[in-house]
Nanobody, 122 residues
Framework: VQLQASGGGLVQAGGSLSLSCAASGRIFSMYAIGWFRQAPGKEREFVAAVTWRFGSIYYGDSVKGRFTISRDNAKNTVYLQMNSLKPEDTAVYYC????????????????WGQGTQVTVSS
């Protein structure tokens, strides 16, 4: 599966951004698409995931209530709406495709997009 993430940018604290992740290739093999983020000097952190067939949704604790993940199966695209952004949300955001396993861990994901930078100024 090939993944193309887009939509990052610079926003002030309290603002909003929307990310998109377009998937192509062996879509039928996907179990879930997830978003992860990595800030400089930190480990990659789980943000959110949605299962492709049934639409089950999972969020990391740090983004619950602020971020919303959704999918459009017809467009093979997953979206991440980020509201009430904080400076600590600043990171490179990656989308990834999983064929199975626990969606909150990076090693369940086989294919990764190139990442998009999100910067939240205080």
């Amino acid at each position: 599966v090939q993944l193309q993430a887009s939509g990052g940018g610079l926003v002030q604290a309290g603002g909003s951004l929307s990310l998109s992740c377009a998937a192509s290739g062996r879509i039928f093999s996907m179990y879930a698409i997830g978003w992860f983020r990595q800030a400089p000097g930190k480990e990659r952190e789980f943000v959110a995931a949605v299962t492709w067939r049934f639409g089950s949704i999972y969020y990391g604790d740090s983004v619950k209530g602020r971020f919303t993940i959704s999918r459009d199966n017809a467009k093979n695209t997953v979206y991440l709406q980020m509201n009430s952004l904080k400076p600590e949300d600043t990171a490179v955001y990656y989308c990834a495709a999983s064929k199975g396993g626990r969606v909150v861990v990076t090693n369940s994901y086989d294919d990764w997009g190139q990442g998009t930078q999100v910067t939240v100024s205080s």
